[in-house]
Structures are given as C-alpha cells and as structure tokens.
C-alpha cells in the first residue's frame, strides 16, 4: 500500500522510520507541503498513495501572527483548513489524516493575562470536526493524546529543533511511527477480530465458586469499579465490532448467576458470541472455538489472570496473542484501552460491524468437531511441580481449620470444622491427618489440599478431601489418593471408603471417584454417594505429572 | 564499546564490520548531517545521557561519542 505524509516542519527523520515498513512519500522542503497537496499533478498525487498524513506544527503554523489577534488567527487556519479541504473533496479515493494542534505556551506571563493557545487549539479542532461530519475521507489524526500521555518534555526535543528544525525527540518519533501505523493498518482493515475473556479475577474481583455474589468485587464505587469500568472499556469495544467470548473455568450456573442478575455487570450476556464454561483445558476451549466462530487463531487475544493459564495457552496455541495481565489491577481500565488500541483499532465502525457478535453467535451454533493438537500431557510435566506430604503439624491447625471452612469446590464431604475440632482429630488415635502442599516453576502455591482419615478396624474412611482450585486440573489429587492408598496399605487397613455429598458448589468433584476406579456401593435419590476401594490388590495412578515428596 | 559500535551501524545503515571508533563522518557518505543528529539522538536514549548542543559539532568520530558514555 503507498501512502504519503505532508507537514509543515521537517518530518524527513520520521519518513525514514515509516519507510521501513511502508512505501511512503514525503516531499523534499517543508514549506510545500500547501502546494503538494492543491497541485493535481504534483509528484504526491503521482505516488498514487492511498492514505496520507497532514501532519501539522501549530505554533509553526502561526509563525509571524499574535496569538491575541483573534482575526488573523482565524484567517490563517481558516486558510490552511480551505487548503485541506480542496484536497480532500478532490480525491475522494484517498483517506486523509489530518493531526489537531497542540500549541506550546512559551511566553512568560502573570496568571491574570489571559491565554490562548488552548483556545486556538480548540478553533481548529472545530473547523477539523467540521470537516471530519462532512467528508467521509478524513480522519482526525489525533497526535494530541499522544502528547497528552508522553507529556511535551518526553515528546518534544529542543535540541533536535535547534539543530535541524526537527521538533519531535525520538522518543516522540517512535510514538508517532506506532500511531500513523495503526491509523494504516486500521485503513487496510488488518486487526484482530476476538477477544476471549477469563471470568474470575478479570471481569470481577474475586472468585465466584468460592466467594458468592455477595463475595465478588463489582461495584460503581471503590476497588469494585476497577472491574466495572474494565467492563465498560470491553463492552466500547464490542459495540465497535469486536467479537467478544468468554472462557472461563466454572460452573456454567455460578458464572450465569453473575451475568444475569449481577447488578454492576456491564457485558450481558447477548454481548458474547460464545461461552466457553466448563472445566476443560481452555487451549482446547480456543481451538474449538475457532472451529465454532470460523476464526483464523491468529485473530484472537486472550486476557486472564492466571499466568499458568496464559502460559499454556502461550505454548500449545503459540499463534494466539496472549495479552500481559498488569500486577496492580488498578490499571484494569488501561489493559482493556491498550488492548483496542493495539489490536482493535477502527477508522470508523459500520453497520454490520455491529452487529457482528448477533452474525457470529448464529454461526457459532454450527459447531463442528475438531482435533485437538494440544499436549496437555506435556504442559503438565513442564510445570515441573513437586508435591509435599506430611502428617498434621501443630502449625497447620489454624490453616487446617480455615480450610474446611473455605473450600466450596474441590471439596468432597463440606465438613466445616474449628481449630478445636482439629486440635481434637489431632489428639485421638482414631483419626489422621495429612496436609499437602504444591510447588512448581512459578513458585510456592503454599498448603493447597487436606485429607482427613477416621480409621474403623481394618477400614479407613475418608472423612474429608479438599483441595484448593489454584492447583484443580493437574491431577494433584489423583497422586494425593494413590499416596493414600500405600500409606494405608502399609499401615495394614484392606478397604478404603469415600463419600460425595452433593452441593451447590462441589460439581466438579461428583465424578472424582468413579474416574478413579472406585466401586460405588451406596447412592441415594439426593446423590449422597459412598464408595469403596479395595487395598488388598495392586494400586497404581494413570496420571502422575509432579514429584511426590513425602515428609 | 561494541553496543556503540552496533548503534552507529544500525544508525547509519551500514555493517558493523566497516566501522570502528576511528571511523569518520567526513570518510562515510551515509553519516551526513541528518544521520549525525539522529546518532547523537540514539547515543542518548541508549546510553541515558546527555549531550550538550554545542558539542555536538565537536563529535567527528565514532569514538567522540564515548566520553559522553563513560565520563557523563
């Protein structure tokens, strides 16, 4: 794509930079830029480019004339803007960019004498909006916020000016370069088209199968808001013509619940093309859901919280643009403005633009099956984890306790129990308790899982497992059973007896059992289960990903 | 030393191979003026520093901008 950029200062320096990556032109002189873009014939017009940049000094503009003078200020930019204007209306093929003004305040004056630039600024910016409503190819090139967010000290550099009438430091070229970049590729329509959104910790604070509507942080005030106006920066996006799609391990109710009926949700639940919900691996989630939406993988950005979730998408979908997660979530807002800017950028937004979600959604209901190339297996082995084990220590008791009253998802039995209740369990000889802990390359997950044990002759009998849903999907619990089982084993116990009682959270562990082996010999119409496993036979564990470390 | 080196070839456009410190702008046709504003403009965001306008005639050679880098 040729495309041409014109100022009235020296700009040669940031031609060069632009013609790295773009075919540009850009006249010799500076003073020319008036006459390159009036003369039919002139070597611009020649280049056939299909976009070009106005890029305009103001103070340079209004060299010689009294920024008090209210008519001759607003003959010179009336003049430069009837220039502009010719221009556009003469070559309706090429897409204009045209900058607004940002105007130093040099001179020294008191507070009280007033000052105009940010008004001539604004006189400008009104005949640009003029001409922005009436030609459908002009843009406003907006260098003011970049200015606005570099600040004049970083993005100007009076040295380079003094040297070679060059008014921007590199700093502010480099700025410039990304920007007019975006402004091209956003012509030529080249974007990402979806955003996928974890739910936990990225559209709320806080974790749903755990902490409740009452428990989230999603509010118009306060830490809540943080969210909230992520939200609303993602929903901007959407209306725009940016798919959006949930992925998300959770229980499709809990996170239903928060869509529906959350008072401060933003994105509703028409707002997504897709919900990938379940508690599945999410590189599989993608990859179906490219298949689903008919989207290239390249064209998706996945945001979440979770750098072991960013990460494995990272390596098993390596064309997927995984986007960095701030560490202070107060910058939830800018995440969400850097995101559209980067990778959602419109020149203008149509019609079926927005209405792409309702178009996708209806395609998506097509789904098809697909091969799934992703090695799970090998994700797991790199997390290079390392599982400790040991028998209840008088310091876990206070953890031990909070645990039982905390944990809502992997949690087999919801037995809530007090530090007095441990302490007891510690003291009798019928019961043990083993305490569990996770490393891996991202570091110490700390106490995530307790098992406690009432011993009945030659039975045990699982009185609790729970397991923190920081460690859920890795087959940590798998390796905790088998270790059980041999210390059993060892210890001369022949049978092994579990139970599930249902709630309304622990759905992910109703199968647990089953999936390892055990007979169930109990259930009854509320789907109270009780299982048995037999010790006399040999044991083994199909899934074994970290190192056992028993202490 | 060769972080210079490396700049001045990216700058200039030209193989780090043919320059050294003792390299010249008057021998290169490509350090012309513009490409010496934009070294001393590179100079300074790479290293962090600061070169005062008025030495910037003073700098001739590859090796001028080096007091700059060391001594500040």
Redesign the interface.
């Known amino acids: 794509m040729n495309v041409a950029a014109v100022s009235n200062i020296n700009i ?2 940031l031609a060069k930079r632009i013609k790295k990556e773009h075919d540009i032109y850009f006249p010799e002189g500076f003073g020319v830029w008036v006459q390159e873009i009036i003369n039919p014939g002139s070597s611009l017009y020649a280049s056939s480019p299909e976009c070009l940049v106005v890029l305009l000094d103001g103070e340079e503009l209004l060299r010689g004339i009294s920024y008090e003078s209210a008519e001759d200020v607003q003959q010179e930019l009336a003049a430069a803007i009837g220039h502009i204007e010719s221009a556009v209306q003469a070559h309706a093929d090429i897409s204009f960019f045209v900058s607004n003004l940002d105007i130093q305040p040099r001179d020294i004056k008191s507070v009280k004498e007033p000052r105009y630039e940010r008004l001539i600024e604004g006189i400008w910016l009104e005949m640009l909006n003029g001409l922005n409503d009436r030609h459908e190819n002009l843009y406003i090139f907006d260098i003011k916020r970049l200015i606005e967010e570099s600040g004049r000290r970083e993005f100007y ?1 009076p ?2 000016w ?3 009438g ?1 008014r921007y ?3 502010g070229e480099k700025l410039l370069k990304k920007e007019i970049g975006r402004y091209f590729n956003a012509h030529k329509g080249v974007r990402k088209k979806c955003l996928l959104l974890d739910l936990d910790n990225t559209m709320w604070g806080g974790i749903i199968g755990e902490d409740g509507m009452e428990g989230i942080q999603l509010s118009e005030q306060k830490e809540g808001a943080r969210y909230k106006d992520f939200q609303r920066r993602i929903k901007e996006m959407k209306d725009q013509g940016t798919i959006l799609a949930i992925v998300s391990k959770n229980n499709m109710e809990d996170a239903l619940e928060v869509i529906e009926n959350h008072p401060h949700m933003v994105l509703k639940k028409e707002d997504f093309a897709a919900m990938k919900i379940n508690w599945n691996l999410k590189a599989q989630n993608i990859a179906d859901l490219a298949e689903e939406l008919n989207l290239g993988l390249d064209s998706f950005v996945f945001i979440d919280d979770n750098p072991v979730e960013r990460d494995s998408v990272k390596s098993e979908l390596p064309q997927v643009q995984v986007a960095d997660f701030p560490e202070d979530t107060s910058e939830m807002e800018l995440l969400a403005t850097e995101l559209s800017f980067d990778n959602f950028f419109y020149l203008k937004s149509s019609e079926e633009d927005k209405k792409k979600t309702e178009m996708y959604r209806q395609n998506a209901e097509r789904a098809t099956d697909m091969k799934s190339s992703a090695s799970f297996e090998g994700f797991l082995k790199s997390l290079n984890s390392t599982i400790r084990v040991w028998s209840i220590k008088e310091q876990d008791i206070l953890r031990a306790a909070q645990l039982t009253q905390k944990t809502n998802q992997f949690n087999l039995t919801t037995k809530r129990y007090t530090e007095k209740d441990i302490q007891d369990f510690i003291n009798s000889e019928e019961y043990d308790i083993y305490i569990s802990s996770v490393e891996d390359k991202y570091g110490d997950n700390g106490i995530i899982s307790e098992l406690i044990l009432k011993k009945e002759g030659t039975t045990a009998v699982l009185d609790t497992f729970l397991m923190s849903c920081r460690v859920m999907g890795r087959f940590v619990e798998d390796q905790l059973i088998h270790f059980i089982h041999n210390r059993l084993k060892e210890e001369g116990f022949t049978k092994f007896r579990t139970h599930f009682y249902p709630t309304k959270k622990n759905k992910p562990v109703k199968d647990l059992f089953e999936r390892l082996g055990y007979t169930v010999i109990e259930e009854d119409g509320d789907g109270n289960k009780t299982y048995e496993m037999d010790l006399t036979g040999t044991i083994t564990c199909e899934h074994e990903y970290g190192e056992m470390v028993i202490d | 030393m060769e972080r210079l080196i490396k700049l001045a070839a990216e700058t200039l456009d030209i193989d780090e191979k043919e320059l050294t410190l003792e390299s010249a702008a008057e021998e290169l046709e490509e350090w012309d003026s513009v490409a010496h504003i934009n070294m001393v403009s590179e100079v300074e965001e790479e290293f962090g520093v600061t070169i005062p306008i008025d030495d910037i005639t003073k700098i001739t050679k590859v090796k001028d901008f080096l007091k700059y880098i060391e001594g500040k």
Request: hydrophobic share 35%; no cysteine; glycine share 8%.
């Open positions: 040669e320096s550099s040295k380079l003094y040297l070679g060059m430091s590199l700093k």
